[in-house]
């Protein structure tokens, strides 16, 4: 006699549990709880297997006829239900959305808001798309539709890098053994090449120190005030100077040791501290409340000061972003000590530019240190005489 939902309602629990039967393996499993568990029993090869198809009344009777009847339907066609739900399970495991979780949710050395824009891109261009596939299944005419998109959109940056974020995710992959090969690698070469751009910086010398003069004057939060100080000093990476940690500096031996994690080219990038650099991070110590941070926010002395900091304040001082940002800082360094005479590859070396070549690249991380020292505290001396100077030289 098949099931009816009114006698489903009327089941009450005993001290054991019992089963209802509606007929083809399919019966309702009374709990001592209460819970009411569907379940459907079958033999396949000979063996009699159970599994489970949900709870009522989540799953209703009609739903769950019709869960048997599909299972039935595979033991037709010779499948084992409860293997195909497995091979299911793991296909939704492989599906590209979730290696990308697993892999976004291990980057612990990414700033959350790195990790943030890479999850919005992917969002945005491959998960709508991609997201429920089977990662070992895509292939490279699948992705380049959908990078296209975001070239077209005039946004050739982002396809660039959402290309960059799917290789790692494949990489990921294979390590794991969720895929076989990274196929972004065909991908090479197939988009537009990116514009250059060039970051908004003040690069005549009178007008630096107009800049300096105006950092010096600058009033806020003194970890600000020393972050703003700095910066032109050792013209890192905005990115690198905020996220800075105690225990990166040495000021004993006068360093910064940049960790390859935090660095660009990941590579570990070592600042030589003139005088006035380590004078500004001696004096930051008591603003810092032994924190890890050198520029922590204001709230937490274990999260690094937001990336839009140094900029927010430039806009405060009255310089646009068209005139001035915090990573033109470099700018002016490249180009006020290449109009200093100072050898182009040495300031390369300190910009942590790549060096094509691996063999001098090797030599100049080795032998060039006592060359960047002499540099930094030169192109500190500079900077001083150029805060120094009221009006323009004829």
């Known amino acids: 006699m098949e099931l009816t939902d009114s006698a489903i309602r009327s089941a009450k629990p005993a001290e054991k549990a019992y089963k209802l039967f509606d007929g083809r393996g399919l019966f309702l499993l009374v709990t001592p709880s209460g819970s009411r568990l ?43 239900p409860s293997a195909a739900r497995q091979a299911k399970k793991a296909a939704r495991r492989n599906d590209f959305a979730t290696v990308a979780d697993e892999w976004l949710s291990q980057q612990k050395t990414l700033e959350p808001a790195t990790v943030k824009r890479i999850r919005d891109r992917l969002n945005k261009w491959i998960v709508p798309t991609l997201g429920a596939w089977p990662i070992s ?97 050792v013209f890192v990476r905005p990115g690198e100077l905020r996220t800075a940690e105690w225990v990166e500096i040495d000021l004993d031996a006068a360093e910064w040791r940049i960790p390859a994690a935090k660095t660009k080219m990941r590579r570990l990038h070592i600042v030589p501290l003139s005088k006035q650099a380590a004078a500004i991070i001696e004096s930051l110590k008591v603003h810092t409340t ?91 001396d500079h900077l001083d005489k150029l805060r120094a100077r009221k009006e323009r030289t004829p």
Request: aromatic share 6%.
């Open 38 to 80: 569907w379940r459907f029993k079958y033999t396949y090869e000979g063996r009699e297997k159970l599994i489970g198809l949900g709870t009522y009344p989540d799953v209703s009777l009609k739903l769950a006829r019709s869960s048997r009847d599909k299972a039935r339907q595979c033991i037709a066609e010779g499948i084992d």
């Open 137 to 233: 299944t895509m292939r490279p005419a699948d992705l380049l539709p959908l990078l296209r998109k975001a070239e077209c959109a005039d946004l050739r940056e982002t396809a660039h890098r959402t290309r960059s974020d799917v290789s790692r995710i494949m990489r990921h992959a294979v390590a794991t053994g969720h895929a076989e090969r990274d196929i972004t690698v065909d991908l090479r070469g197939a988009l537009a090449p990116v514009k250059a751009t060039h970051f908004a910086a003040i690069t005549d010398p009178f007008r630096v120190g107009e800049l300096l003069r105006a950092i010096d004057g600058y009033r806020g939060q003194p970890v600000i005030e020393h972050a703003l100080r700095l910066a032109p000093l």
């Open 290 to 380: 032994g924190g890890r941070f050198l520029f922590p926010t204001m709230r937490d002395a274990d999260r690094p000061m937001s990336e839009n900091t140094l900029n927010a304040c430039l806009r405060r001082m009255g310089y646009g972003q068209e005139e001035m940002t915090s990573h033109g800082f470099r700018t002016i360094a490249s180009t006020l000590l290449n109009e200093m005479g100072i050898a182009p590859e040495l300031i390369e070396r300190q910009l942590a530019h790549a060096e094509q070549n691996a063999t001098r690249d090797a030599y100049n991380r080795a032998e060039r240190l006592t060359e960047r020292r002499e540099l930094m505290q030169r192109w500190a």
